[in-house]
Each structure stands twice: as structure tokens, then as C-alpha cells.
T-cell receptor, first 111, second 115 residues
């Protein structure tokens, strides 16, 4: 069964606005990662947050993790048209190497 | 310093044919993982290989699918007697070491269409 579930399924915003995507999961995890996938392309790793971390930043990205609620959020600030893509969260349990992906959020940033 | 290379990028096969997907890991990486992405879905783990060894094939369908990572050359994902339901994007990732998911690098994928 899917470990990560992203919310919303689709999000459309104007350039310059902030975009927030959420991910919920079911079991305890070692880490949670966010990936971007442009249409028809491969996956680009954005950021990894470990279970003992609550927040991480990378450029215009901010990721939070709430292990008590089993949820994570990805915030993209000052969005650009080039941010248009699908965003996936993926979880890892224990020391397992397997990534378990959600179905993704399709973000459209309108110029 | 190329990343993970997958070929072909697109592959069309008729039902009943064989599909061979290739993955060359990043230089220095000896761990390879294959994932499958069905339309409108997230990626699902298929198999984890090290050189000449299958470590975990728990995500592989029991029939028609096989994978190898020989001592020399790329990793190969082989699908025999393809069916329409095999149409998907197949992604390969590699890592330098046994990893808890950190340090993965994904390739651009092979999009298989079965007609």
C-alpha cells in the first residue's frame, strides 16, 4: 500500500506566490524525501529530512516533518513558472533502502 | 561525470515481444535500484542489485520479469512476452553504498509502450 499520500493532487498558483504541498504517511520512518519530476522526465532529488529533524531549508524550499502527525509539508516560496512539475514525497523505513512514493502533487505556476 | 544513464529513452514493443532496458550507474556506484511508474502513479520499488548479485527482488512480478547487474556492463531489466499492462516508465537509481535512501541518483527513465 502507498506509504506517502500527497495533498492536494493538483495545485495551480500565480508566479510569485508560495506553494504548499503536504504528505501523510502511515508507519514510522527513518527519513522522508521530496522529489520533483518535470513532465515526461526523470526524478530530481530536492531535499531529505530525517525523523529526528523538524525543519530543513534549501534555497526557496522549506520542508517540515511532524512525526507525531505522520506528516510533512513542502513549501516553495516565490514560485516561478519553471517550478511547474509533479512533486513526490518518498519515505524510508528503518535502515531499509526502499523508497515508498506517494502519487504526487501536480503544481502549475502560471506566469 | 555523467549521471545515471538509461537507454533507450522510449521503447515500443508489440504484445508478446521482449523488452530490454539498460541502466549504467554513476561512476563509482555499485548499487542499482529499479522502480516502475505506472500512469498517474508514484514510483514503486522493483529490485535492488549489486554487482553480480540480486539483493532484493520483492517488488518484481513473479513471472516474465528479470534483472541482472553483471560484473562488466550495465544493469539490464528484461521483460519477456510483454503485455499492455507493462506500459510504464521504468526508472533506475544508483548509489555509492548501501544506503537508507540517502544518496540516490535517478536516471531519466525508459518509457515502455506496449501496442
Amino acid at each position: 500500500s502507498q506509504q506517502g499520500e500527497e495533498d492536494p493532487q493538483a495545485l495551480s498558483i500565480q508566479e510569485g506566490e508560495n506553494a504548499t504541498m503536504n504528505c501523510s504517511y502511515k508507519t514510522s520512518i527513518n527519513n522522508l524525501q521530496w522529489y520533483r519530476q518535470n513532465s515526461g522526465r526523470g526524478l530530481v532529488h530536492l531535499i531529505l529530512i530525517r525523523s529526528n529533524e523538524r525543519e530543513k531549508h534549501s534555497g526557496r524550499l522549506r520542508v517540515t516533518l511532524d512525526t507525531s502527525k505522520k506528516s510533512s509539508s513542502l513549501l516553495i516560496t516565490a514560485s516561478r513558472a519553471a517550478d511547474t512539475a509533479s512533486y513526490f514525497c518518498a519515505t524510508v523505513k528503518g535502515s531499509n533502502y526502499k523508497l515508498t512514493f506517494g502519487k504526487g502533487t501536480l503544481l502549475t505556476v502560471n506566469p | 561525470n555523467a549521471g545515471v544513464m538509461q537507454n533507450p529513452r522510449h521503447l515500443v514493443r508489440r504484445r508478446g515481444q521482449e523488452a530490454r532496458l539498460r541502466c549504467s550507474p554513476m561512476k563509482g556506484h555499485s548499487h542499482v535500484y529499479w522502480y516502475r511508474q505506472l500512469p498517474e502513479e508514484g514510483l514503486k520499488f522493483m529490485v535492488y542489485l549489486q554487482k553480480e548479485n540480486i539483493i532484493d527482488e520483492s517488488g518484481m512480478p513473479k513471472e516474465r520479469f528479470s534483472a541482472e547487474f553483471p560484473k562488466e556492463g550495465p544493469s539490464i531489466l528484461r521483460i519477456q512476452q510483454v503485455v499492455r499492462g507493462d506500459s510504464a516508465a521504468y526508472f533506475c537509481a544508483s548509489s555509492f553504498r548501501d544506503t537508507d535512501g540517502d544518496g540516490y541518483t535517478f536516471g531519466s527513465g525508459t518509457r515502455l509502450t506496449v501496442v
